[in-house]
């Protein structure tokens, strides 16, 4: 994470794509489909907006409960059906999918039979609508025994509304915040695969002001273990090396920040 700044280390700059904020309170942007290998899972925009970017969120995707449906819906019609059913999706018993938390050791010939999910975003004016995707790797995620659990979860949030997009989606697309131009930036990552930690912001967000000056009330960062949830105690970075698996460019934060 870079604050103030990017770090073209981390991502591919020939394959950004941005998106306008049209909201800047929680950075928000406009989702136009969800597609499970071409299929769409609903022809309403509203079923995926407003569409949040939210770090303090560790999985890579919730949806509403009703668009959860639709996904649900088609994701068992396309892959239910005939002789050989996608492993961990089909099942007699209805608690033994990954539809209900379970979690499995799926083989690698498993985990390549489970289809690429693309997602679509408004872009800046003048530009076409810009297509990423998922790959199954990435929202079938591993717990700490190596099981893969579906990470696309529902949500009845009313605060929310619609879509989220929470820290597993920044590891895979590099996201830069631009409020001066109200617009952000999604690119393929790099350098940063196997990042144990995600960054929270717990206070002293909505401060403004010119560059190097003091801030009015602290920033107050914690780091979170994506495998444990828990909360990394202060100075524990001391004694991990390396600081890269943080997936940070820099750790210079404190209560006498400057922005």
Sequence with gaps: MVLGGVAADFYEPTALVETPIQQQTRYVIRTTNLKISGTPISLRTDAFNPTIIDSTTQHILLLPS??????????????CAGANPLFGVCSPDSSQTIWEGACYDFTDEQLAKYPTLEISFERLAGAAEAHLQLAPQDYLVEDENGFRCLDILPHNNPEIGGMLLGARWMQKYYTIFNRRERKIGFAPARNCSGARYVLELVAGNEQSGTVS????TPLTLRVVDLATKEVVPNGAFRERPPLRSLALTAW???SRGRW
């Design 66 to 79: 009703s668009t959860w449906e639709s996904f649900y819906d088609v994701f068992v019609v396309k892959y």
């Design 252 to 254: 210079q934060c404190s």
């Design 213 to 216: 000056t003091l801030l009015r």
